[in-house]
């Protein structure tokens, strides 16, 4: 369509309908001929403060950057080919690639326009001074002027209305395409809708039937979980009171083993104390055979006194008795010290005894002890593993209470994803509902649109 237009705006048939619109004649361009005679040496100088007007607005001044050179030959060539009058296809051509130009680089009509007007002032008073005495001659060349710069304005203008035009189509065509698409689109997302809002439904109706079910059996291992912890709590308290229990015991075989190493202690000193009293006995029996030497040594010694006392007669009388008195008291001795002796080997053999029944009594205890460290060992083992058991057992306990508070929480949890999912099938129903609603005023939308 835009081809078909330029196509159009190019013709001879076009260009002479504007030409005749514009009252443009073979006289004008005999007009615009004369003129550029006296305009062309002032061109440099229009264009120079051309470009120095432009450039007071900012953003005009970055449209034309460094190239302003090259836009005052292109401006030159561009007034020469349009005062030369012959307003062919080559002149039209270049205008409609100046408004192309332009409306690409985004200069609007209202600038374009404005430069227009700074020129053609300039051109105007060039006039007025060569021919302000010629008047009726001057009306006639501005009036020629002014026909061809509003000509060359209006085709530049044309270019930009045909450029939006063309975009608009574009546009239009882009917002058809979208709309058909946004339309399959929105026909695919409302189905998907559709579809989910029904899947959503039987989901949410699943999800309260298993959470009606979670929650009996939660209440059922609520319950299981309970009775179990007091099982737990009973056998922890059993465990403690044992645990106490061998703590006592092994606490009294303790005090057992100490006793023993007393009585150990003891009846080694006892039986050091037997051996000493052995010695002093065997001893006393080594003096009591000394004494029974010398009684007997006195004995004799009495019987040969005896004997001399008589040889001596009345003389030896005094010595006899003395002698007899001797005799007597070696006799008492002897008699006094086979006593002792006969005690004395009592004693030893007591003593014999004694030492006898005291190694046998000190290595009993020793096997007592022995037996008591064993049984401490023994009791102190059993201990730690009742410790480690009551232990367990506490950490039973309270990983029972956490299991029951979690099955609470359980139980609790099933209780509100029962109402969510009440509220959820709700919603869900509510949505297939909306659904369908926006489904009808999507269509709607989508028939008014494509009627417009």
Same mark, same amino acid.
């Given at each position: 369509?835009? $081809?078909?237009?330029? #196509?159009?705006?190019?013709?001879?048939?076009?260009?002479?309908?504007?030409? %005749?619109f514009?009252?443009? &004649?073979a006289r004008?361009?005999?007009?615009?001929?004369?003129?550029? $005679?006296?305009?062309e040496?002032? *061109?440099?100088?229009?264009?120079?403060?051309?470009?120095?007007?432009?450039t007071?607005?900012?953003?005009?001044?970055?449209?034309v950057?460094?190239?302003?050179p /090259? +836009?005052?030959?292109?401006?030159?060539?561009?007034?020469?080919?349009?005062?030369?009058?012959?307003?062919?296809?080559?002149?039209?051509?270049?205008v %409609?690639?100046?408004?192309?130009?332009?409306?690409?680089?985004?200069?609007?009509?209202?600038?374009?326009?404005?430069?227009?007007n700074?020129?053609?002032?300039?051109?105007?008073? *060039?006039?007025?001074?060569q021919?302000?005495?010629?008047?009726?001659?001057?009306?006639?060349?501005?009036s020629? !002027?002014?026909?061809?710069?509003?000509l060359?304005?209006?085709?530049?203008?044309?270019?930009?209305?045909e450029?939006m035009?063309?975009?608009r189509?574009? /546009?239009? @065509?882009?917002?058809?395409?979208?709309?058909? #698409?946004?339309?399959?689109?929105?026909?695919?997302?409302?189905? $998907?809708?559709?579809?989910?809002?029904?899947?959503?439904?039987?989901?949410?109706?699943?999800l309260?039937?298993?959470?009606?079910?979670?929650?009996?059996?939660?209440?059922?291992?609520?319950?299981?979980?309970e009775? =179990?912890? &007091?099982? *737990?709590?009973?056998?922890?308290?059993?465990?403690?009171?044992?645990?106490?229990?061998?703590r006592?015991? #092994?606490?009294? !075989?303790?005090?057992?083993?100490?006793?023993?190493?007393i009585?150990?202690?003891? #009846?080694?000193?006892s039986g050091?104390? *037997?051996?000493?009293?052995?010695?002093?006995?065997? /001893?006393?029996?080594?003096?009591? @055979?000394?004494?029974?030497?010398? =009684?007997?040594?006195t004995?004799?010694?009495?019987?040969?006194?005896?004997i001399?006392?008589?040889?001596?007669?009345e003389?030896?009388?005094?010595?006899? !008795?003395?002698?007899?008195?001797v005799? =007597?008291?070696?006799?008492?001795?002897?008699?006094?010290?086979g006593?002792?002796?006969?005690?004395?080997?009592?004693?030893?053999?007591?003593?014999?005894?004694?030492? &006898?029944?005291?190694?046998?009594?000190?290595?009993?205890?020793?096997?007592i002890?022995?037996?008591?460290t064993?049984?401490a060992?023994?009791?102190?083992?059993?201990g730690?593993?009742t410790?480690?058991?009551?232990?367990?057992?506490q950490? =039973?306990? /309270?990983?029972?209470q956490?299991?029951?508070?979690?099955?609470?929480?359980v139980?609790?949890?099933?209780?509100?994803t029962r109402?969510?999912?009440?509220?959820?099938?709700?919603?869900?129903?509510? +949505?297939?509902?909306?659904?369908?609603?926006?489904?009808?005023?999507?269509?709607?939308?989508?028939?008014?649109i494509?009627?417009?």
């Amino acid at each position: 369509m835009t $081809t078909e237009l330029a #196509a159009d705006s190019t013709s001879d048939q076009h260009r002479r309908v504007r030409m %005749r619109f514009m009252g443009i &004649t073979a006289r004008t361009g005999e007009l615009l001929r004369e003129f550029w $005679t006296i305009a062309e040496p002032e *061109v440099p100088r229009i264009l120079d403060g051309f470009y120095r007007h432009l450039t007071i607005e900012p953003h005009l001044a970055s449209l034309v950057g460094n190239n302003v050179p /090259r +836009l005052k030959v292109a401006q030159g060539t561009h007034w020469a080919r349009l005062f030369n009058g012959r307003f062919d296809d080559e002149y039209l051509k270049g205008v %409609r690639a100046i408004g192309m130009v332009h409306n690409k680089i985004g200069l609007e009509p209202r600038w374009y326009i404005g430069g227009y007007n700074f020129v053609l002032n300039q051109l105007i008073a *060039v006039g007025i001074r060569q021919y302000r005495w010629r008047p009726s001659h001057l009306c006639e060349l501005l009036s020629a !002027v002014n026909c061809a710069v509003m000509l060359d304005m209006e085709i530049a203008i044309s270019v930009y209305q045909e450029a939006m035009l063309a975009e608009r189509e574009k /546009r239009q @065509e882009k917002v058809r395409a979208a709309i058909c #698409a946004f339309d399959e689109r929105m026909k695919a997302v409302l189905n $998907t809708v559709g579809g989910s809002s029904a899947q959503l439904q039987d989901a949410a109706s699943a999800l309260a039937a298993s959470s009606s079910q979670s929650t009996q059996q939660s209440a059922t291992v609520a319950a299981a979980s309970e009775e =179990a912890s &007091t099982n *737990v709590q009973a056998v922890a308290a059993s465990t403690e009171q044992l645990t106490s229990s061998i703590r006592e015991i #092994a606490r009294q !075989v303790s005090e057992s083993t100490r006793i023993a190493g007393i009585a150990v202690e003891q #009846a080694s000193r006892s039986g050091a104390t *037997v051996q000493s009293l052995a010695k002093a006995a065997q /001893r006393i029996d080594d003096v009591v @055979e000394l004494i029974k030497s010398i =009684a007997g040594q006195t004995n004799l010694l009495a019987l040969n006194a005896t004997i001399e006392a008589a040889r001596a007669g009345e003389a030896g009388r005094g010595f006899a !008795v003395v002698a007899a008195e001797v005799k =007597a008291l070696a006799e008492q001795t002897a008699k006094a010290t086979g006593e002792i002796g006969e005690q004395i080997s009592s004693i030893q053999s007591a003593t014999k005894q004694s030492v &006898t029944a005291m190694q046998d009594i000190c290595g009993t205890i020793e096997s007592i002890n022995e037996i008591a460290t064993i049984i401490a060992a023994a009791v102190e083992e059993q201990g730690v593993a009742t410790a480690e058991i009551a232990r367990n057992v506490q950490q =039973a306990a /309270r990983g029972t209470q956490e299991v029951s508070s979690n099955i609470s929480g359980v139980s609790q949890g099933a209780a509100e994803t029962r109402q969510t999912a009440g509220r959820l099938l709700s919603a869900s129903e509510a +949505l297939s509902g909306q659904a369908s609603a926006l489904r009808s005023e999507v269509d709607a939308f989508f028939d008014e649109i494509k009627a417009a």
